[in-house]
Antibody, heavy 122, light 111 residues
Framework: QVQLQESGPGLMKPSQTLSLTCTVSGGSISSDNYYWSWIRQPAGKGLEWIGR???????SYIPSLKSRVTISLDTSRSQFSLRLTSVTAADTAFYYC??????????????WGQGTMVTVSS | QSVLTQPPSVSGAPGQRVTISCTGSSSNIGAGSDVHWYQRLPETAPKLLIYVNNNRPSGVPGRFSGSKSGTSASLAISGLQAEDEGDYYC???????????FGGGTQLTVL
């Protein structure tokens, strides 16, 4: 059974760079048809897809964050990571990693991590 | 402001049927993009509930069903149970944003 687990700092200061890691267990991170994504949820708001990476290293990001975000893949450690530069209070959110699957002509997220809270405060 | 619009809350008594709407636009649901639904119970990770409009993953009870028409989609839960209480989110793909978008979430309360 594939499981995802996020890890990273809980508290950050404005202008710092956020780094989160998602560890994939119980399955291969290099399998075809899977995209590895980061999704966040600010308090009181809906979910926001941040970006994804494929096993080839190909990435895609939401336009509003594209200038600040990088998602990378480490297949040797079965991990993928999120890097978000110049964080502000607006980046305070619960961050999830998720496995995206392409099936039946559509993409959806079939497995999610438990999530980790990131607070940006001076 | 989420790209997909859901009612903030719905409620129903045990055994009743409730529906949760998800309204999009011509750049997502109305453009033919499929809709998927997720359930997040208290203190748990989100779980895929319905994929590609009306398909249930293995293990999801038949009480949950989905539909899509025009620029909207709906999640129906019949035979409401106390353990269904939680948050529900719809998701689709938006061509103008070139990415996946979610609804703001609907909190389901079982009375």
């Amino acid at each position: 059974q594939v499981q995802l687990q996020e890890s990273g700092p809980g508290l950050m200061k404005p202008s710092q760079t956020l780094s989160l890691t998602c560890t994939v267990s119980g399955g291969s991170i290099s399998s075809d048809n899977y995209y590895w994504s980061w999704i966040r949820q600010p308090a009181g708001k809906g979910l926001e897809w941040i970006g994804r990476i494929y096993t080839t290293g190909s990435t895609s990001y939401i336009p509003s964050l594209k200038s600040r975000v990088t998602i990378s893949l480490d297949t040797s450690r079965s991990q993928f990571s999120l890097r978000l530069t110049s964080v502000t209070a607006a980046d305070t959110a619960f961050y999830y990693c998720a496995r995206g699957v392409y099936a039946s002509g559509s993409y959806y997220f079939d497995i999610w991590g438990q999530g980790t809270m990131v607070t940006v405060s001076s | 402001q989420s790209v997909l619009t859901q009612p903030p809350s719905v409620s129903g008594a045990p055994g009743q049927r409730v529906t949760i709407s998800c309204t999009g636009s011509s750049s997502n649901i109305g453009a033919g993009s499929d809709v998927h639904w997720y359930q997040r119970l208290p203190e748990t990770a989100p779980k895929l509930l319905i994929y590609v409009n009306n398909n249930r993953p293995s293990g999801v009870p038949g009480r949950f069903s989905g539909s899509k028409s025009g620029t909207s989609a709906s999640l129906a839960i019949s035979g409401l149970q106390a353990e269904d209480e939680g948050d529900y989110y719809c998701q689709s793909y938006d061509s103008s944003l070139s990415g996946w978008v979610f609804g703001g979430g609907t909190q389901l309360t079982v009375l």
